[in-house]
């Protein structure tokens, strides 16, 4: 009976010792194993994109984008006479899996950080950036959170602020189609959706509209009945239902309105601009829909547009299939003309020149203001309009004053 | 005195756990980067979550899911009295008024975040205690889906299902191991206290134990309301740690997460606990390299997604087939000779609870 004791015991404590060893090593391996020498020759940028989650139908395109931008600065060079080594690690849409892969990345020596696409998804990702002295950009989060009130003197976001994202669907809305009352529903899951209704409204009113209601959703809930009973039975037809949520959920919001006749026009902001809503509406549903986005997949829309269309082909053999694309594209662009302007790659330096640069990009020209006033970015916004399950572009729209943030 | 005490040997065990522990904290500390002192925080973290599933499951014999709920309600209750004024503008517009100029200690914040969990605890699963088997598992379930619920709609505090930012770092290696050591001395003083004792034999023969006088309703509500107390710290160090968070994180993936470790180790000993934790740590960060290697370097030539979880879901499958008490199977780890016999009560040959 002892004896039978004895050997458990035994092989318990080996496998325990078993396990140290393991770990050790594991410890020992990154410790000594961490690339630093490397890190001298070429100019790292670190992504903490997700590429799997909810987060990555917003995130995987803007990754393709910041490829091809890579590939075509190392070929005219790099950036400060240095080859661009670009590493995204997934962040899985998960905030604390991204604020852990950017700190790996920052320690493998990365130079900068490209955020993914969202502040509650991206800031932990800028956190880190933040903490360890490095510019962080994030691609296309456009709560006005994400600046440097919030994150911090050397972070910044690739997009509009949804004061200009709201607004620029409230003053289309109001001034170029003459709606006068609108319907809004706010799905609560992150401050992007939050945000972009808040802003929407306050403009609406400002310009002399009227919001009948703003109704809440959350993302996951899967039943928008209440929603769609309260729209159905109201006494005043709203002239435009906006609708800020995100996919998947976004889909099925507007597919059961469609679904059961309500035909009034549906606005939104860039969570709209995607391939996958698209699919999800099809030619019967995807009717008298507009929203506001970062730019449009078309030569002429903005200057540099051409290149990048036959550029990204060359890269991915297809043509992009949302203006995602174009801000992993100018997220890159943007990092590569501030360090040539600051010399360094110095979060410092970089940062004091993006405060001071004018940057033409594919989504248009971008101004930022100072790290006091939150790094606010002067941007303008592309309408798009959904027909028959098919885009087209309207224009861009700078909406005359927007609300603070 | 050994009334309070409890039976000798547990002390050898937290000795003996201890040992290693420490090392590992050491190492990390002296030769660790920033990513192993995160993964190695993380650890004792989670750590402190096992132990307290194990004070509650392990001597239960009850499976919960609830404790992650006041892991969540910890987290929050923290981080929103440590916030300093200025922050809390920003990040929590509607806050209440009576909230909004609190801007407590790291420690107190600890302390009165426990505070407000165990509280919690105490009330709601007072009447919970009643129920055995499936149904006691089922309830803890519901109680978890309550707590996120509340978590995401009571914007006003938690800021919804948003991020919660601005939360200042205070959790460093040490502070998580420091409290994962005191953790781990804790519960198993208190396997072996009166009330661990009562409430093993409760697991072991429920009708038996209440024969004999044991209030199986009052321990099993002591064990539960210790683990939630066990979570809310886990909670708040975490928030302290990340300082970004919001309410998905304390939800089913953690959930699995805690329980993988407390299984795979072995629910019925302390030993099992930690041992469970730093397993599952290192398959976790090793699956996590792999498939970081995998796709870097194109292995399959196209990008391989998830394999972690699913790796981890596999080892589960395998300890519960092969070895169903967990790599432990429920001893304890000790040193030199066994406890002799004759003094106190007998040791009693543990099996895996249920």
């Known amino acids: 009976m002892s004896n039978i004791r004895v050997t458990v015991r035994r092989r318990a404590t080996a496998a325990f010792a078993q ?15 961490a690339p630093t ?4 020759e070429e100019l790292f940028i670190g992504g903490a994109l997700s590429l799997t989650g909810i987060q990555a139908p917003l995130d995987e395109p803007t990754l393709r984008g910041a490829q091809v931008a890579v590939e075509a600065l190392n070929e005219e060079g790099g950036i400060l006479g240095k080859q661009i080594r670009f590493v995204n690690l997934d962040g899985k849409s998960d905030p604390a899996t991204v604020g852990n892969v950017a700190v790996q990345l920052i320690e493998q020596g990365a130079d900068m950080i490209v955020a993914p696409c969202d502040f509650d998804f991206g800031g932990p990702a800028s956190r880190a950036a933040q903490n360890a002295g490095l510019v962080g950009i994030s691609t296309c989060a456009s709560s006005p959170l994400y600046g440097s009130a919030a994150l911090g003197d050397k972070q910044f976001t690739a997009s509009m602020w949804n004061t200009t994202m709201g607004a620029a669907a409230a003053e289309y809305a109001f001034k170029e189609k003459g709606w006068k009352t609108a319907y809004v529903v706010t799905d609560t899951f992150i401050d992007y ?3 972009l209704s808040r802003y929407f409204i306050e403009h609406f009113e400002n310009l002399g509209g009227t919001v009948i209601r703003e109704d809440k959703y959350t993302q996951g809930a899967q039943d928008f009945s209440a929603q769609l009973n309260r729209i159905q039975n109201l006494d005043e037809k709203p002239d435009v239902i906006f609708i800020s949520s995100y996919m998947p959920d976004l889909g099925t919001i507007i597919r059961s309105i469609r679904e059961i006749g309500i035909e009034t026009p549906i606005m939104g902001g860039d969570s709209y601009d995607d391939t996958g809503l698209f699919a999800a509406l099809g030619e019967a549903h995807g009717n008298d829909i507009w929203f506001v986005t970062h730019t449009y997949m078309k030569e002429g829309v903005a200057p540099g547009m051409a290149d990048f269309l036959e550029k990204y082909e060359e890269v991915h053999g297809e043509a992009p299939d949302t203006s995602f694309t174009a801000m992993g594209w100018d997220t890159v662009m943007i990092m590569a003309k501030a360090a040539e302007k600051a010399g ?4 410092d330096k970089m940062a004091d020149a993006m405060e001071e640069m004018t940057f033409d990009l594919l989504s248009g020209k971008l101004d930022y203001s100072s790290a006091e006033e939150g790094h606010y970015p ?12 098919e885009t087209s572009f309207i224009g861009w729209m700078k909406p005359t004053n927007p609300p603070a943030p | 005195m050994r009334e309070i005490l409890g039976r000798a040997p547990y002390l050898n065990t937290v000795l003996t756990l201890l040992v290693p522990l420490v090392l590992i904290a050491a190492a990390t500390d002296a030769f660790g980067g920033t990513v192993q002192q995160r993964i190695v925080t993380t650890m004792f973290i989670n750590m402190i979550l096992v132990l307290g599933l194990q004070v509650y499951m392990g001597n239960s014999g009850i499976v919960s899911f609830a404790h992650i709920g006041f892991m969540g309600i910890g987290a929050y209750a923290s981080a929103v009295l440590s916030m300093p004024p200025d922050l809390k503008a920003m990040t929590l517009r509607d806050l209440y008024d009576v909230l909004q100029p609190i801007d407590l200690p790291f420690w107190l914040a600890v302390t009165v975040g426990a505070g407000v969990a165990g509280v919690v605890a105490a009330i709601i699963s007072y009447p919970l205690m009643r129920l055995s088997d499936a149904a006691a598992i089922i309830t803890s379930f519901a109680l978890l ?8 709609h009571w914007s006003e505090v938690t800021n919804g299902p948003r991020t919660l930012f601005g939360v200042e770092r205070f959790t460093y290696l040490w502070t998580s191991a420091g409290v994962a050591f005191a953790g781990l001395l804790f519960a198993a003083w208190f396997r072996e206290s009166r009330v661990g004792l009562q409430l093993r034999a409760s697991r072991d023969d429920r009708v038996a134990a209440q024969s004999c006088g044991v209030n199986m309703v009052f321990v099993r509500w002591v064990a539960f309301v210790l683990m939630c107390i066990y979570a809310a710290i886990a909670g708040a160090l975490w928030a302290h740690f990340i300082t970004s968070f919001q309410p998905g994180h304390f939800y089913l993936e953690e959930v699995f997460l805690i329980l993988a470790m407390l299984v795979i180790g072995g629910p019925v000993s302390v030993s099992g606990a930690v041992i469970g934790t730093i397993l599952v740590t290192l398959a976790f960060e090793g699956f996590r390299a792999l498939e970081g290697y995998l796709n870097t370097n194109q292995v399959f030539g196209t990008q391989v997604f998830g394999l972690t979880e699913f790796l981890l879901a596999l080892a589960m499958i395998g300890i519960l087939i092969f070895r169903p008490a967990g790599v432990m199977r429920g001893r ?15 040791a009693t040959k543990e099996r895996a609870a249920d």
């Open chain 2, 332 to 346: 304890e780890l000790r040193i030199g000779r066994r406890h002799r016999g004759g003094r106190g009560m007998p």
């Open chain 2, 145 to 152: 889906v309550v707590i996120n619920d509340v978590l995401v």
């Open chain 1, 19 to 33: 396990g140290i060893a393991f770990g050790m090593g594991i410890l020992t391996a990154g410790a000594f194993g």
């Open chain 1, 378 to 389: 002067y941007k303008e916004g592309a309408l798009v309009e959904l027909q028959n399950g």
């Open chain 1, 193 to 195: 959706t939050v945000t």
């Open chain 1, 37 to 40: 020498a490397a890190a001298q």
């Open chain 1, 344 to 347: 360094s790659t110095d979060g």
